[in-house]
């Protein structure tokens, strides 16, 4: 079984890599997609995150809005809810791989924050995703914008701060170049990306 996983900077378009590959019946472990249950699901989970972030506890769930606000003025606090959530991604990775080796699956797909910056997560081929720094700018903020944030000049610049934050802990996208197997350039629409990752699929 092969393993790849997708690697680039925030916004730059793993999650429609992810999607893609899914479309071409490929099983893609998605970490964001695994906490976003847990917020939703998990109360062990709920609980501790409740217990640190009593404001984003509402209706019963973690709102991940109120949450981002939060890490967005006070970006030391992520660390508090890495440690909540990164002992249950690994294992929830473990147990993927071992499903996909028992279903005899010739590919599979890692689509997880920091990859190349963790060594616990074992691949075979690395795709790296590029695309410009001003571009995945725009791009974060119409996507936090678009999950019902109220626009103004202060919200704004919550949201580029907590952009540069997350990049900040990233690898350098020259460093990412340097591990890739394969290098995919997502700077144009989505028509465009689906035809690269098809050639790397067919490959």
Known sequence: ????????????????????????????????????????????????????????????????????????????KITIIENIIHPIIRNKYQQFIIKSNQEQQKLVVLNIPLLLENSFYKVDIIIAIIADEDLRLKRYIKRCLSDNYEIDETKIKLLEDKFFMLKN?????????KKADFVVYNNSDLASLQVKIMEIFKN
Not at 16 to 28: Q, Y
Not at 44 to 64: C, D, L, M, T, Y
Not at 169 to 177: A, G
């Open 169 to 177: 802990k990233q690898i350098s996208d020259e460093q990412r170049i």
């Open 1 to 76: 079984m092969k393993i790849i996983g997708i690697s680039g900077g925030i916004a730059s378009g793993k999650n429609s890599v992810a999607k893609i590959f899914e479309e071409l019946g490929v099983a893609v472990f998605d970490a964001d997609e695994i906490v976003h249950n847990l917020f939703l699901n998990d109360q062990s989970v709920i609980n501790e995150i409740a217990q640190q972030f009593p404001q984003s506890f509402k209706g019963n769930v973690i709102e991940r809005k109120i949450l981002s606000e939060i890490i967005a003025k006070y970006p030391q």
